[in-house]
């Protein structure tokens, strides 16, 4: 059983900086699956911010590129986001995911507030 567990939310003024880590287990394939970050805002849908294949092929969201930095350690099946020169707009609950041959497995969320 595929397991996603996210960490590293919080409350950030705009400019800052955050970490969040994605840690998944439970396939010998997670570390040949795309992996990556989705966000859900307060009335909004889900969207992706960014996702890295296995080989390092990343995709960002427009909004977010040149600010936030997705990476992967295939071995430990990790996926940090680094997140910098946050913004209110960046507010949502920030959910990990791991594309399993089309199957999507999600963590249970990590809520990131960027608010004076």
């Known amino acids: 059983q595929v397991q996603v567990v996210e960490s590293g939310g919080g409350l950030v003024q705009p400019g800052g900086s955050l970490r969040l880590s994605c840690a998944a287990s439970g396939s010998i394939f997670i570390g040949v699956s795309p992996m990556g970050w989705y966000r859900e805002a307060p009335g909004k849908q889900r969207e992706l911010v960014a996702q890295?294949?296995?080989?390092?092929?990343?995709n960002y969201a427009d909004s977010v590129k040149g600010r936030f930095t997705i990476s992967r350690d295939n071995a430990k099946n990790t996926v940090p986001l680094q997140m910098d020169s946050l913004k209110p707009e960046d507010t949502a609950v920030y959910y990990c995911?791991?594309?399993?041959?089309?199957?999507?497995?999600w963590g249970q969320g990590t809520q990131v507030t960027v608010s004076s």
């Open positions: 995911n791991v594309d399993l041959f089309g199957n999507n497995y």
């Open positions: 890295i294949t296995s080989r390092g092929s990343i």
